[in-house]
């Protein structure tokens, strides 16, 4: 099974200051990896494919970045609707198709 | 813009099967994409299923930790899809969302709101 590592557990910023999320693999996941918000009582939303491929109507101010086993989330000037948990998700070769723990974007 | 409901019992009793459904709205069920199952116990991160990948061939994948207890199929008929886990226990308890995964890798591009669901007696 691949383990996916984000850090840092939480990140206090302010809005409009740079968000920098990380996600680490246990192993290659090639660019076979997306991000997803979730906001406290709604399901997640996706927000980044393929490692780098914003999904539908996801702002430009979000981007994905990495390969391999390290991954990039970054947020710039943070709005206040961007707080909110963020996981990653690796769909690699075989299942199961393991979630990072989260990393939560509070305000500083 | 495809819609998901889940719907299924609250409560559960230990060592009982605990099945949902998930209805699709305002798009087709055999579009070739995975039908999927993603929970979150109260508080914690989110963990995957499995999936069925429905246009034929009803490919299924399952999380091996759950492998043994868990089914998922879809009746397209009915343009809905289940799950069902069997010899439910307290670390079962969780919100249960389905989600549509997409036709290219299975990216999860549109989710139910999600159910909770209780395991007690």
């Known amino acids: 099974e691949i383990v996916l590592t984000q850090s840092p557990a939480t990140l206090s910023l302010s809005p409009g200051e740079s968000a920098t999320l990380s996600c680490r693999a246990s192993q290659s996941v090639s660019t076979y990896l997306a991000w997803y918000q979730q906001k406290p009582g709604q399901a997640p939303r996706l927000l980044i494919y393929d490692a780098s491929i914003r999904a539908t109507g996801i702002p430009a101010r979000f981007s994905g970045s990495g390969s391999g086993t390290d991954f990039t989330l970054t947020i710039r000037s943070l709005e206040p609707e961007d707080f909110a948990v963020y996981y990653c998700?690796?769909?690699?070769?075989?299942?199961?198709?393991?979630f990072g723990q989260g990393t939560k974007l509070e305000v500083k | 813009q495809v819609q998901l409901q889940e719907a299924g019992p609250g409560l559960v009793k230990p060592s009982g099967t605990l099945s949902l459904t998930c209805a699709v709205f305002g798009g087709s069920i055999s579009s070739g994409n995975w039908w999927s199952w993603v929970r979150q116990p109260p508080g914690k991160g989110l963990e995957w299923i499995g999936e069925m990948y429905h246009s034929g061939s009803g490919n299924t994948n399952y999380n091996p930790s759950l492998k043994s207890r868990v089914s998922i199929s879809v009746d397209k008929s009915k343009k809905q899809f289940s799950l069902k886990l069997t010899s439910v226990t307290a670390a079962d308890t969780a919100v249960y969302f389905c989600?549509?995964?997409?036709?290219?890798?299975?990216?999860?591009?549109?989710w139910g709101q999600g159910v909770l669901v209780t395991i007690s007696s």
């Open positions: 998700q690796q769909r690699s070769i075989w299942p199961p198709y393991t």
């Open positions: 989600a549509r995964g997409s036709q290219l890798r299975g990216w999860l591009d549109a």
